[in-house]
């Protein structure tokens, strides 16, 4: 499976500002996602990271308040902007390695924001 | 949409088989999923099934597939304190994965 290197690992933002987080992986994978894990939660899909295209984001999901770039097929970033305490979740990175059919889904080790 | 459920707790004692069910709503699904979040830590795959099999073993772990009642479950034989954590039970359709609500399994000495 692909191996996914996220940083940061943990941040503490003030309100207002805003938060990138980068998603590395070791090979090229078709798919790559972002979720979002708030406390004692599952996780919800924020978005689809589409290679050389805008993302595809998912209901309740806005590219204002989550741009997302991937320049190519191993690297993406997530910018969570005009943080609020509300935005204090975890953020986790997703890919699906080509040729791997439905089971190929990784996940990063996650980025713990907090934002006070 | 998509809805997947689970409960919230599961406690059993260090030695006995621990067993987490899931059920979920989507009759399109090609693959369900069991991922593993230790404290402070991503999601890890523990294992998945083909949605036109009924089990599957992967030491000590058991997957059985109802898909007529759309209901997983997730047998761990001879539960460590090591397999405390939070269980995910997903659901795949070939684009995006749905997530339960995770289970918190609590291993007693």
């Known amino acids: 499976s692909a191996v996914i290197s996220q940083k940061p690992s943990r941040d503490i933002c003030q309100r207002g500002t805003s938060l990138t987080i980068q998603c590395q992986v070791d090979s090229q994978v078709t798919m790559m996602f972002w979720y979002r894990q708030q406390p004692g939660q599952s996780l919800t899909l924020i978005a689809t990271?589409?290679?050389?295209?805008?993302?595809?984001?998912e209901s309740g999901f806005v590219i204002d308040k989550f741009p997302i770039s991937r320049p190519n097929l191993t690297f993406s970033t997530l910018t969570v902007s005009n943080l609020s305490p509300e935005d204090s979740s975890i953020y986790l990175c997703?890919?699906?390695?080509?040729?791997?059919?439905?089971?190929?889904?990784?996940f990063g080790s996650g980025t713990r924001l907090t934002v006070v | 949409g998509e809805d997947v459920e689970q409960s919230l707790f599961l406690s059993v004692r260090e030695g006995d088989s621990s067993v987490i069910n899931c059920t979920y709503t989507d009759s399109s699904s090609t693959y369900l999923y069991w991922y593993k979040q230790e404290p402070g830590a991503g999601l890890q795959l523990l294992t998945y099934i083909f949605s036109n099999m009924d089990m599957k073993q992967d030491q000590r772990l058991t997957v059985l597939l109802n898909k007529k009642d759309k209901h997983l479950s997730l047998r761990i034989a001879d539960t460590q304190t090591g397999d405390s954590a939070i269980y995910f039970c997903a659901e795949g359709n070939g684009r995006q994965l749905t997530f339960g609500s995770g289970t918190q399994l609590t291993v007693l000495p």
């Open positions: 990271a589409n290679q050389g295209s805008e993302a595809t984001y």
């Open positions: 997703s890919v699906q390695k080509a040729g791997t059919g439905g089971y190929g889904y990784t």
